[in-house]
């Protein structure tokens, strides 16, 4: 979990649901377990400074009953065994109780926001692939529904390319450029979408806006992929809630339409980029890629 530097604290305080809502559930959960243990401590110290009166709490022999009592007002649940029985211990219950109540309706409600927002499994692809598709150099990558029996309706996708470019007077600055998909919008999104950008424009005229790629070349790809953003957009049919997820690649996997042409092999640009980024590290030895794993578009 980040925090941002150079917040003053009241922002901090007054967007506190939002930190404890991306809070993992995990620590959430033994934050409330520690809290209702502190509270309860500090609560059996007071009545414990009464210790003398035997009416404070009835039945309390020495600290730990005190402290099971403040524990069973915390969580107001009473045997009887341990009861107050004075002003002073009646005021205190009182104020235990009032802490508890809000304590537990803050979580109640902290965990019923987690479970209730909706919640995407998308899975996009690790690898991009630049190569020929219909006689036009394109853009490619993939992204599936990880849920088994799941519908989404009116799913849009959109592409960003974010590039460190100097301005006019020189200064390197990060600037976005989107990447027009042939189909940014489905229907009906329950499997896998292939999502595909065009390079090359058939406009002769030159009227029609080129693709930021156009120069893109194997010596220069590492200053056109900075970071690949992905952001997906759908109404899910099971929540009936509209669903987003995000993708956001650093290290991006490029195959090289142009290494293709070097090494004379036609591979197939989807099924065999494994064999492909094999030739391009052994064989021509000329465009350096970074290769991990298995490539996501296969699957």
Not at 223 to 242: E, G, K, L, P
Request: aromatic share 12%.
């Amino acid at each position: 979990m980040t925090i941002a530097k150079n917040v003053d604290w009241h922002s901090r305080v007054m967007d506190l649901f939002h930190v404890l809502v991306r809070t993992p559930l995990t620590f959430l959960v033994l934050f409330m377990f520690l809290l209702a243990l502190v509270v309860s401590l500090i609560f059996a110290a007071i009545f414990y400074t009464n210790h003398d009166d035997p009416n404070t709490v009835v039945n309390a022999r020495g600290f730990s009953d005190y402290y099971v009592f403040a524990i069973q007002t915390y969580t107001t649940v009473g045997f009887g065994y341990l009861f107050p029985n004075n002003g002073f211990a009646h005021f205190w219950s009182s104020a235990l109780l009032m802490v508890s109540v809000v304590c537990n309706a803050a979580f109640t409600g902290l965990i019923f926001a987690r479970f209730s927002r909706p919640v995407s499994l998308i899975n996009f692809s690790k690898s991009c692939l630049i190569t020929t598709l219909n006689h036009r150099r394109v853009f490619m990558f993939r992204l599936a529904n990880g849920r088994s029996n799941n519908r989404m309706i009116d799913a849009h996708l959109a592409v960003s390319l974010a590039s460190d470019e100097p301005n006019e007077d020189g200064v390197m600055l990060r600037k976005y450029y989107e990447l027009p998909l042939q189909r940014d919008h489905q229907p009906l999104f329950s499997l896998m979408w292939l999502a595909v950008h065009e390079i090359d424009t058939d406009d002769a005229s030159g009227e029609a806006e080129s693709s930021v790629l156009l120069d893109c070349s194997p010596q220069n790809s590492a200053h056109y992929f900075r970071n690949i953003i992905v952001t997906f957009q759908a109404y899910d049919t099971d929540s009936n809630q509209t669903v987003f997820a995000k993708y956001v690649n650093t290290v991006v996997v490029i195959v090289l339409e142009l290494a293709l042409r070097a090494s004379s092999v036609m591979l197939s640009p989807v099924t065999d980029c494994v064999k492909y980024s094999c030739i391009l590290n052994s064989a021509t030895r000329t465009f350096p890629i970074t290769y991990s794993g298995t490539c996501s578009l296969n699957r």
